[in-house]
């Protein structure tokens, strides 16, 4: 069941005894921002708390404060009372099989969310799990949102939204910004630590997957493709290809971009991207992922001819409906 911000924020409030923080695997800005953004406020709030994360965070996020306190575990051993998940609301995306925790709550901005948790509150509206969670935050008491904890968040608005650029963007988050700066963040740190300190191995990987840019479907669709061999010869992160399906979905008359990043031997991560005409949460729900209708992804084993031969049956059906409603608004 979906509950408001006041009763997350009175539940909140009163936690006790050991709390857990985590969110999801391959953690990205808005995942560390808000994660690390309610254990720095339970801190503040007196809380017994601690953070776990299944995957490493990646290098350009090290400025935040309290990321030195971030636990990477393969598996969660210790038992908690509490376990505060964000910006995800399937157990199967934290990348744990299992975790032990009394009772659980999921703060989120998925639509194909299906909260698995005791307490949930998931706004798909909203831009990002940061923006939710300082108007949480906000209500339990906002003089603890403190510079450890408005850097992170305002780091996660800022990477969900494409820098304040996608449509996700509403009034209200430039107001929260307005917020955040006046509480004293330098919108250039945040630019600065993660937008100016690409390693060169990054554009040695980003000419390799270039070169495999490729179109389908009338060239609605460009996709791009990572191959596990491409890390190895520009020596880049794979986080590092963070970012680079915006290069095929910027191209004049494409729809969607597809990014395929090879995890293992016929195990494969898919990112999807629309100009957004086209719902691609509702095509990653049908490919076992999810997400928004203009940024989703799954993940699935196969060859990948396999799975592009079922993943563009899938887009092309989702073009030509698209392309039936627009024709529909047209007076
Ligand atoms: P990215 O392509 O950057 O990994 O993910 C973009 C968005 O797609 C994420 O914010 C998330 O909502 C969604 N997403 C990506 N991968 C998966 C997945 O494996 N399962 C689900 N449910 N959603 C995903
Ligand atoms: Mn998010």
């Given at each position: ?27 990205d ?29 990646p290098f ?13 575990k ?10 505060i ?10 990348g ?14 998925h ?26 935050m ?12 408005a850097?992170p ?27 955040l ?6 919108p ?13 191995q ?18 609605k ?21 963070e ?13 969607v ?11 494969w ?35 990948l ?7 563009f049956?899938e ?17």
């Open positions: 069941m979906n509950h408001s911000r006041e009763e997350i924020a009175n539940l909140i409030k009163d936690l006790e005894g050991k709390i857990l923080v985590t969110t999801h695997k391959n953690p800005g808005d995942a560390i921002g808000s994660s690390l953004g309610w254990h720095n406020f339970l801190k503040r709030l007196g809380k017994n708390v601690k953070i776990i994360y299944k995957d490493r965070v350009f996020f090290d400025f935040l404060p309290g990321i030195e306190e971030i636990n990477v393969e598996e969660i051993t210790e038992e908690f009372d509490w376990v998940i964000t910006d995800v609301s399937e157990l199967k995306r934290t744990f099989e299992d975790i032990p925790a009394k009772k659980s709550i999921v703060i989120d901005h639509i194909t969310a299906e909260p698995f948790a005791d307490y949930s509150i998931v706004e798909p509206e909203i831009s990002s799990t940061c923006e939710l969670s300082y108007e949480i906000k209500l339990i008491n906002p003089a603890l949102i403190e510079y450890p904890v850097l968040i305002y780091t996660g608005i800022v990477t969900d939204t494409g820098k304040f650029g996608y449509n996700n963007t509403s009034p209200t988050t430039h107001k929260i910004a307005a917020e700066i006046e509480k004293g963040i330098d250039y740190v945040v630019t600065k630590n993660i937008f100016e300190r690409n390693r060169i990054k554009f040695k990987l980003l000419e390799l997957v270039l070169k495999t840019l490729d179109f389908s479907i009338g060239n669709v460009a996709h791009i493709t990572l191959f596990k061999k491409f890390l190895e010869e520009s020596g880049a992160y794979p986080e590092e290809s970012g680079f399906i915006n290069y095929p979905r910027s191209i004049i008359g494409v729809e971009a597809v990014f395929f990043k090879e995890i293992d031997e016929n195990y991560k898919v990112s999807l991207r629309s100009k957004g005409n086209v719902n691609v949460a509702e095509v990653a729900k049908r490919m076992g992922g999810g997400g928004h209708k203009m940024a989703s992804g799954f993940e699935t084993r196969g060859s001819e396999e799975i592009k031969n079922k993943l049956k887009l092309e059906l989702a073009i030509e409906s698209a392309e039936f409603e627009r024709m529909d608004r047209l007076p």
